[in-house]
């Protein structure tokens, strides 16, 4: 099955509001062929969504938010809900990244929870899951994806299944220069394609699987060359435009 790439740059802790409008209107202008061939999204911090949004309009390029609280509402302070994402315009919710798992005590069953709540709003969930440095070298990497891809989608129906993506972020990768190897990548995009066939059937084909993970322009184009990696899910070389888009060529290519 071929399916269309995507790649959402995280921003992260990054960019005020006019920095993302920036930002934002900068990609747009340079997407060129990309545009319609490769899905693209942006995720800001809370308070540029709406500027981000703002500056998409009428291009490719769709926001995502970067975490969500299960809860429709309540005293939750400093939370927000997947229905004021749905406001500000976000199309997509990360869930379950690393950062927030290892800082925050996100957990897989908030994971799964969390996953409801951006369903119920109509936001298309992008899944985090991947493995610590030790949990590799203990040869634990598929035992531990399999355990949070499973957990993470628990009684999630088959249908709106087919709306959410897997990303893969070997946990030793992010932020610190180092790289699964496209082959490594392969390896774990391929388990968890054979988990999303159980638990979605054929429409587990269909199914986006990113890889994340220190992505830059050099490893972009042969990490996406593998057969089950749909797309990155890309941290700091988003925050460029020459760099993002350089990733976005090699998702094309």
């Known amino acids: ?64 938010a970067q975490d969500v609280h299960w809860e429709v509402q309540g005293a939750f302070t400093g ?12 199309r997509h919710g990360i869930v379950g990244h690393s950062e927030r798992r290892q800082l925050f005590g996100e957990t897989d069953e908030t994971v799964r929870k969390k996953v409801g709540a951006l369903l119920s709003a109509g936001i298309r969930p992008i899944v985090c899951v991947g493995e610590t440095l030790a949990e590799r070298e203990a040869g634990r990497t598929l035992a531990v994806v399999d355990r949070q891809v499973r957990q993470g989608l628990a009684g999630i129906p088959v249908e709106p299944l087919a709306a959410i993506t897997v990303a893969y972020e070997p946990v030793w990768a992010i932020g610190t220069g180092k790289t699964a190897t496209a082959a490594q990548a392969q390896e774990v995009h391929a388990a968890i394609r ?7 059937g054929a429409a587990g084909d269909a199914i986006r699987i990113q890889y994340g993970g220190s992505v830059k322009p050099e490893n ?25 888009l350089a990733i976005l060529k090699g998702a094309l290519r």
Not at 4 to 16: E, H, I, L
Not at 45 to 59: E, R, Y
Not at 79 to 90: H, K
Not at 194 to 200: D, F, K, Q, S, V
Request: hydrophobic fraction near 55%.
């Open 1 to 64: 099955m071929v399916r269309q790439k995507f790649v959402c740059g995280n921003w992260k802790m990054y960019k005020t509001a006019p920095e993302a409008a920036a930002l934002v209107k900068e990609l747009a202008a340079g997407l060129g062929e990309v545009a319609g061939k490769v899905q693209v999204a942006v995720a800001p911090p809370f308070t540029a969504l709406h500027a981000a949004v703002q500056a998409a309009a009428g291009s490719a390029i769709e926001v995502a």
């Open 79 to 90: 939370e927000i809900s997947a229905a004021m994402l749905a406001e500000a315009g976000c």
């Open 194 to 200: 054979r988990i999303l066939r159980e638990l979605a």
């Open 220 to 244: 972009a184009q042969e990490l996406m060359s593998q057969p089950d990696v749909d797309g990155a899910l890309v941290g700091g070389a988003s925050l460029k435009a020459k760099d993002f």
